[in-house]
């Protein structure tokens, strides 16, 4: 039996594996097909097939997230679009997906016909220029630049963390080369040594004069993959605290961690201790309208430094390039000199909540306290936008639970399909979705992806009867935030009707602790439907929903 040909396909696959990529999400076309074949034969990656193409972006995202890189195939056109907002996100926040669209053949392109899922123009590059715009790199491949283009395509995703795009014809996949001579370079390094010379050196003379120190963590400390180096800077004990987009950057049990800074919408003690620090470290922060309370912080910068992904600012004065790993060591070692005030736990004056008796009917606050109270520490939990993300705001995550959401895309629904490629990515992390009605009916397909793969998620579904978020906003009454009131316990039995999975709809406080505890204890998927006031919104969310209505109305 003659051995198959090396193709670009397979180099394709290769370097993505290379890459630590086990899992491709997707959606098979028929110009996809025969690199479907080759994702079959390869011993590393695994096809998962979604119920559509918005949801496997949402997917490879939510891989991405935990794995540092995640993969997505689509057809040409129609698949590709239905992608792109997921895409979007990942963009937005810094999420990097390689996007492998697979397209006609050069020799159909060429000919300019009226081809499926073409505009019917001859024009065969209007979609890689839509998607030009929302990623990092793009390459259409050929026969001749095909394994030098995913090469340079490829190392933007990994060194950026941004998504990517490459359109691969079907006949080009099938293309063979020569396999490659070696592994893909490694990055250069960041740092100028100059700057961080001058870096140090400013920082070692503001800890020395400071009286107190804070620091402020933000998402990118994990996007760069800085984490390791900001907790060595938190074993200080110096008081810090997360934008709501962080979370996962730190650990909360920690009783140096104050909690969630929001601006004007932050608990007042937090805000102090952030605000009036006499020197704020600011690690990776990036400020959007839903993390600052509407860009309500005030933050002095003259006594921040202000850290970023490769390069540093403090006061007027810029260093760069400067990666953050290197600055945070630099901060780590100045401060440690300075010998400066450790955090006091606040904890241990904080009285136990009263008991709540299992009759009570369920609210925000209740859920999410119960919730809270399941959270243990390995868990992934995703919390989409809306509820579910503010009414977690104010509750403490124990040690080593990841934590992801949304924030600055803000796309609903984006977690239910995201939460199946984060358990893939760890699947021995407990999985927990954390997810409005409203939101899950954009996405509700992929609850049947999840079931067909096993995944032991803990969903708890918010039914609210619509668009909280949007009531709290404008609207408080308005059928344009009602939607269709569905049976979602009854789902999972009609989407998975192997038995893999149980739903059950709960209104009592003592109903939702049985069916979290039940859950816990299930080998299965658990949707629990858990039923609340439609006009009973989070504090957090609703400070935060005054604040998007005063930013909608014009200005005189």
């Known amino acids: 039996m003659t051995e198959a040909p090396y193709t670009v396909a397979d180099h394709l696959l290769d370097r993505l594996a290379s890459l630590g990529v086990r899992h491709l999400f997707g959606v098979p076309g028929d110009f996809t097909l025969a690199f479907l074949d080759h994702v079959e034969r390869h011993p590393l990656i695994e096809w998962v097939g979604c119920a559509n193409e918005l949801g496997a972006g949402y997917a490879a995202d939510g891989y991405a997230r935990l794995n540092g890189l995640g993969a997505l195939s689509t057809t040409f056109g129609v698949g590709e679009l239905s992608a792109i907002n997921a895409v979007a996100g990942s963009s937005a926040e810094h999420v990097p997906v390689v996007h492998i669209a697979g397209a006609p053949t050069l020799a159909t392109q060429a000919a300019g016909r009226a081809t499926h899922h073409s505009l019917g123009d001859g024009d065969f590059g209007h979609f890689a220029r839509m998607s030009a715009e929302v990623t990092a790199a793009q390459a259409v491949l050929t026969a001749e630049n095909a394994a030098a283009e995913i090469d340079r395509v490829l190392r933007v995703a990994r060194d950026r963390r941004l998504p990517v795009y490459l359109m691969l014809p079907a006949d080009v996949a099938e293309t063979p080369i020569a396999p490659a001579a070696g592994p893909l370079p490694e990055r250069d390094p960041i740092t100028d040594l100059a700057a961080l010379t001058e870096f140090t050196e400013v920082v070692s003379g503001l800890a020395g004069r400071a009286a107190s120190v804070a620091v402020l963590a933000d998402i990118l400390v994990n996007r760069v993959g800085a984490e390791a180096h900001l907790h060595a800077l938190l074993e200080q004990r110096i008081p810090h605290a997360t934008l709501l987009w962080g ?136 919390a989409d936008q809306g509820t579910a993300f503010y009414g977690m705001a104010d509750h ?56 067909r793969h096993r995944v032991p998620a803990i969903i708890v579904l918010v039914d609210n009867s619509g668009y909280t978020v949007e009531r709290v906003i404008h609207g408080l009454r308005e059928e344009y935030n009602d939607i269709a009131g569905w049976d979602w316990a009854a789902l999972v039995a009609a989407m998975g009707p192997s038995g893999r999975g149980a739903g059950v709809r709960v209104d009592t406080a003592g109903a939702l602790r049985r069916a979290l505890a039940d859950a816990r204890a299930f080998d299965g998927l658990t949707l629990i439907q858990a039923v609340v006031p439609p006009e009973d919104v989070p504090p957090v969310l609703r400070s935060l929903a005054t604040a998007a209505a005063a930013a909608n109305r014009p200005r005189d």
């Open 396 to 451: 403490r995550l124990p040690h080593d639970v990841v934590f992801v959401g949304q924030p600055l895309w803000a796309s609903i629904g984006f977690t239910l399909p995201a939460l199946l490629g984060a358990a893939l990515a760890q699947p021995d992390r407990q999985p927990v979705l954390l997810i409005g009605d409203g939101a899950a009916q954009l996405t509700i397909a992929e609850l049947g992806t999840l079931l």
């Open 247 to 382: 979370r996962r950057v730190v650990d909360e049990s920690s009783p140096a961690y104050l909690g969630s800074y929001l601006g004007a919408s932050s608990d007042p003690a937090v805000r102090a201790a952030i605000e009036d620090a006499d020197l704020l470290v600011m690690a990776g922060v990036q400020f959007t309208d839903l993390t600052s309370g509407f860009f309500t912080q005030r933050l002095d910068p003259a006594r921040t430094i202000e850290i970023r992904g490769e390069s540093a600012r403090i006061g007027d004065r810029e260093f760069t390039p400067l990666a953050m790993a290197d600055a945070l060591d630099a901060v780590t070692a100045a401060v440690r000199a300075a010998d400066l005030p450790t955090a006091v736990d606040s904890r241990a004056d904080a009285a136990p909540p009263a008991p709540v008796p299992d009759r009570a009917p369920l609210s925000q606050a209740l859920l999410w306290d119960a919730v809270g109270a399941a959270i243990r520490p390995g868990d992934t939990v995703l």
